[in-house]
């Protein structure tokens, strides 16, 4: 059945009116839940749009979590702000203390000049890396963002019937603090957001605006995405600088030129994936950053290279840092260069945990049908979440936000698109999955 005439068959009415299966006790929450996103969906709509319109990059999140605050404390939460620079940290308590668990939504932007028919597009101007650049949630942040504070209103709403605590994160610099600067959830934990009330649990969403021609189609608005184990890989950040000798465009046997030795470098490091590990061994290995020179008739004396690694074993990652250290050390010996090598464990493999994920998969079922919650591999986009899920145990998951009609460019792409209608759909699901853990958890 192809996508379109499914949708006009019923998706959009599942994710409206639940379906009645399962656990007659899991089920006790969802018409009230379903009354109360109704209710606050707009609102949180217009939240999406004002974040949208209005994006801060990493660790500048400031009018972002004023109003995540505001909106809280509105609710009646204990706040939080500052936390990580940024972060807004807010507490719901229900009826009883125990269990807890934690809701994660980012707040970041990214540096890419938005390109969409959006009536509510980015024209926002910022400086990343001394280099002025366009601003926007060029990744779906705000519908991360407004979702979490659509569930905040959902949950506050019915605060005497939850049993259990809810524990929000708002975070700050997801995709990266700027150079130089300490961010992200790693940053949180490292502040204490757990000292005093350590969760259960936590979960949370990422939206899914993948290109049209990526395999499966999960995409589609209102479909989730999950793994089970390793979820999205570990990323480890590198950068060298190379250095030779300058000297005249014309005179090129008097240098070490630093950017030929560069430039053979980055093809021996294609070797490392084909050669280097065996077949099954899942890795990724980008240079992303080649820069040196400043004129064309001068050979420069330095050129400096910057990429990632993404992997999901630690064997695998020592390997590659190993094999690069040889391929950098070999190359320019040979040339008579030296160079400098550095690598940054940033972010942790995301690892859903077993018995949590068996746990919250028939919520997840019955709100949009086994047949739209698809097992896919792990990924090797990495997701800082992982500092909060190494911590507790942890669920996350995909939600597609591409309805028929419509196309993304994807992720970090300037034609990212997320649907407005991916905010209600969040706020359905993350409210369920809250309730139905406190409901089942063993108090």
């Known amino acids: 059945m192809c996508r379109r005439k499914f949708w006009k068959l019923g998706f959009l009415a599942v994710l409206v009116s639940l379906t009645v299966t399962g656990d007659a006790k899991a089920q006790s929450f969802d018409p009230e839940v379903t009354k109360l996103v109704d209710r606050f969906s ?15 990059l990493g660790n500048r999140e400031f009018k972002t979590a004023e109003l995540v605050a505001g909106h809280l404390r509105k609710l009646g939460m204990e706040v939080k702000t500052g936390v990580a620079h940024t972060g807004v940290v807010a507490i719901l308590r229900g009826k ?20 969409t028919d959006l009536p509510f597009r980015s024209s926002v101007r910022g400086e ?14 705000d519908v991360h963002t407004a979702a979490a504070l659509g569930v905040a209103s959902v949950l506050a709403s019915m605060r005497d019937r939850v049993p259990g605590t809810v524990m929000f994160i708002f975070q700050p610099a997801e995709e990266g603090p700027p150079p130089g600067e300490n961010g992200g959830a790693k940053m949180m934990l490292e502040e204490g957001i757990f000292a005093n009330l350590k969760p259960d649990a936590v979960i949370g969403f990422h939206t899914n605006g993948a290109p049209p021609e990526d395999e499966g189609e999960t995409e589609s608005l209102g479909r989730i995405a999950y793994s089970v184990g390793p979820t999205m890989a570990a990323a480890t950040r590198w950068w ?29 490091l294609q070797t490392i994936r084909s050669r280097s590990l065996p077949p099954l061994a899942a890795s990724v290995v980008t240079v992303a950053v080649f820069r040196g020179g400043t004129r064309n008739n001068i050979i420069p004396a330095e050129v400096e290279l910057q ?34 090598l550095g690598f940054d464990h940033s972010t942790p493999v995301v690892m859903n945990d ?36 190494n911590t507790v145990p942890g669920f996350y998951f995909f939600l597609g936000v591409v309805p028929p009609g419509k196309t993304s460019g994807g992720h970090h792409t300037e034609t990212f698109y997320a649907d407005d209608a991916a905010v209600p759909a969040g ?17």
């Open 42 to 56: 707009s609102e949180a709509i217009a939240f999406r749009r004002q974040i949208h319109q209005n994006p801060e």
């Open 96 to 115: 009883q203390e125990r269990p807890v668990i934690a809701l994660r939504a980012d707040m970041d932007a990214l540096p890419v000049t938005e390109a």
């Open 128 to 141: 990343y890396m001394a280099q002025e650049v366009g601003v926007s949630h060029a990744c779906g942040h």
């Open 240 to 268: 060298a600088t190379v250095r030779g000798r300058s000297a005249h465009g014309s005179a090129p046997h008097l240098s070490i030129d630093p950017v030929v030795v560069s430039a053979q470098i980055v093809m021996a």
């Open 307 to 340: 990429g990632t690694i993404r992997t999901f074993e630690t064997e695998v990652l020592d390997s590659i840092e190993r094999r690069m250290r040889e391929i950098f050390d070999g190359i320019t010996k040979s040339a008579g260069a030296t160079f400098d």
């Open 354 to 389: 077993k018995t949590l994920t068996e746990q919250l998969l028939p919520t997840l079922d019955r709100l949009v049908g086994k047949e739209n919650v698809i097992l896919r591999a792990p990924i090797t986009g990495a997701e800082d979440f992982a500092y909060f899920s």
């Open 427 to 443: 706020m359905r699901v993350m409210s369920t999955l809250v309730l139905d853990y406190l409901s089942g958890a063993k108090k």
